[in-house]
């Protein structure tokens, strides 16, 4: 019910954009998430968005150079990553909530209802 793609291999400082398409449920949701997670790494939420009111949130490393969007129309959230570096290699994952989640809660993975596949971003020159 969640379709994550657009990850790929791009070179240090590059940028990419990946979308996180929902279907069989509806769009008007809640919150929708992005977390990653590292070979050996514990799963780190990236950032979120409160699909109906646009709200947003960020971890501290992407903050500036990730941007969070939704076309609620197309039932999908965007993910535009710039100045990429090696560190943000990793699997993304994107997930949805049922609720409006705020700073103390949009990190916590059990709060999400659904999650997709995930999709590889590789960050290597």
């Known amino acids: 019910q969640l379709q994550a793609s657009g990850g790929g291999l791009v070179q240090p400082g590059g940028s990419l954009r990946l979308s996180c398409a929902a279907s069989?449920?509806?769009?008007?949701?809640?919150?929708i998430t992005w977390f990653r997670q590292a070979p050996g790494e514990e799963r780190e939420a990236v950032s979120c968005i409160r699909t109906r009111s646009g709200v947003t949130y960020y971890a501290g490393s992407v903050k500036g150079r990730f941007t969070i969007s939704r076309d609620n129309a197309k039932n999908t959230v965007y993910l535009q990553m710039n100045s990429l570096k090696p560190e943000d290699t990793a699997v993304y994952y994107c997930?949805?909530?049922?609720?409006?989640?705020?700073?103390?809660?949009?990190?916590?993975?059990?709060?999400?209802?659904?999650w997709g596949q995930g999709t590889q971003v590789t960050v290597s020159s």
């Open positions: 997930a949805a909530a049922r609720s409006n989640l705020i700073s103390s809660s949009w990190r916590i993975s059990t709060n999400y209802d659904y």
């Open positions: 069989g449920i509806t769009f008007d949701y809640g919150s």
